[in-house]
């Protein structure tokens, strides 16, 4: 199984981008999707979860800005991340658990760098 983690970018604040994780390999069910920032220094945290059927949690830092959201058919999953500050400067890496054909584990993406500046 594998992640690919895509769209980050610098982007100024007050602005925009989407990244996308799409999973990859012998899956036969990609459970959980979670989105997790890290600043240096500091451990990873998680920003957003989504469960296979929809149900969502965020961390208090990001909530009414970043909307998560998945494609089960793709096997993919979204983090919308509007009205950037600053402080969402991180790298950001998915994160899923998975039924695969080795059994059922959670795997990682190799991070992308969201940098917001002016």
């Known amino acids: 199984v594998q992640l690919q983690a895509s769209g980050g970018g610098l982007v100024q604040p007050g602005g925009s981008l989407r990244l996308s994780c799409v999973a990859s390999?012998?899956?036969?069910?990609?459970?959980?999707l979670r989105w997790y920032r890290q600043f240096p220094g500091k451990q990873r945290e998680l920003v957003a979860g989504?469960?296979?059927?929809?149900?969502?949690n965020y961390a208090d830092s990001v909530k009414g800005r970043f909307t998560i959201s998945r494609d089960n058919g793709k096997n993919t999953g979204y983090l919308q991340m509007n009205s950037l500050k600053p402080e969402d400067t991180a790298v950001y890496y998915c994160?899923?658990?998975?039924?695969?054909?080795?059994?059922?584990?959670?795997?990682w993406g190799q991070g992308t760098q969201v940098t917001v500046s002016s």
């Open positions: 390999g012998t899956i036969f069910v990609v459970n959980t």
């Open positions: 989504i469960s296979r059927g929809g149900s969502t």
């Open positions: 994160n899923v658990d998975v039924f695969y054909n080795e059994g059922y584990s959670d795997f």
